[in-house]
């Protein structure tokens, strides 16, 4: 699987902007949101713990500042070592729904698109704030399950979602991971976070790159989605962006 999440490329959906067919809030790319909340946390000898870091870890070794270390977990072993030499001090085969079997804590948390896959929201964010040192930050962004890709997708037997999605998005098999979603909505993300000392939960709007096959089902789509996004219906966002202080 490439990188998920790459730094220095242009926004892939922005020329679509330019010509007037996607609305002006696809002009930057979601990990760009992501990515500069982490470059806010950064600073020399920071412990970040990346959950559900695969092969392909967030931060890359050479935009690591110095003195930091960086473990990785994932529940997939192979998904581990099919990472780049070096890309983890410690890599750790765990999954991210108990407790981790670690002995250290993090200054930064950071998990990309990882928690729609797990079974239990609730064991998650609770083993992520026992991994935090005190003061420690978790950055997540995660699908949310009401958007209308995801209901979809959740119908569907993971074989059939990853052989559509290869067929008419072309995404490749291997990238695909089944899905859970579970209590990946706003309202169950701030009831679990409720314990925690500071919490932001950021809706985004972004759907429309799962209708690119047919352009009148996209415009059908972004008729919809304009209109949550304009109400910030955030029940039904499309994917959540989390930041909370332990
Ligand atoms: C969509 S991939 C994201 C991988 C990586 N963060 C990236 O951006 O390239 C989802 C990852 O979550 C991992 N995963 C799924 N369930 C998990 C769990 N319960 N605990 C830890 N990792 C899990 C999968 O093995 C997979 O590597």
């Not at 750790?92 to 108990?98: G, I, K």
């Not at 037997?157 to 559509?164: F, L, Y």
């Not at 995404?171 to 993300?189: I, N, V």
Request: charge should be neutral; glycine fraction near 6%; hydrophobic fraction near 45%.
């Amino acid at each position: 699987m490439s990188p998920t999440i790459e730094r220095d490329l242009p926004p892939d959906e922005l020329a679509d902007v330019q010509a007037g067919l996607l609305p002006v809030r696809y002009d930057h790319r979601m990990q760009d949101v992501f990515l500069a909340q982490i470059d806010r946390l950064l600073r020399p000898g920071i412990r970040i713990l990346d959950v559900g870091a695969g092969r392909a870890p967030t931060i890359p070794v050479g935009d690591r500042p110095a003195g930091c270390r960086y473990v990785g977990t994932d529940i997939d072993a192979a998904e581990l070592a099919a990472a780049p030499p070096g890309a983890y001090d410690l890599a750790v085969t765990a999954d991210a729904t108990r407790p981790l079997p670690l002995d250290e804590t993090f200054d930064l948390i950071i998990s990309w698109q990882v928690l729609e896959h797990v079974s239990s929201m609730a064991g998650s964010l609770d083993s992520m704030h026992r991994a935090l040192a005190p003061g420690g930050v978790l950055l997540a962004q995660l699908t949310g399950s009401r958007a209308a890709f995801a209901l979809v997708a959740r119908f569907m037997p993971h074989r059939i979602r990853v052989a559509a999605m290869s067929r008419f998005l072309g995404h490749a098999d291997e990238e695909k991971f089944p899905t859970s979603y579970d209590g990946c909505t706003d309202h169950r993300l701030r009831l679990l976070l409720a314990g925690w000392s500071q919490v932001q939960v950021i809706p985004f709007y972004r759907g429309a790159s799962y209708f690119t096959f047919s352009q009148p089902l996209r415009r059908a789509y972004l008729g919809y989605e304009n209109q949550i996004a304009r109400r910030d219906v955030r029940a039904l966002a499309t994917h959540y962006l989390v930041i909370a202080h332990k």
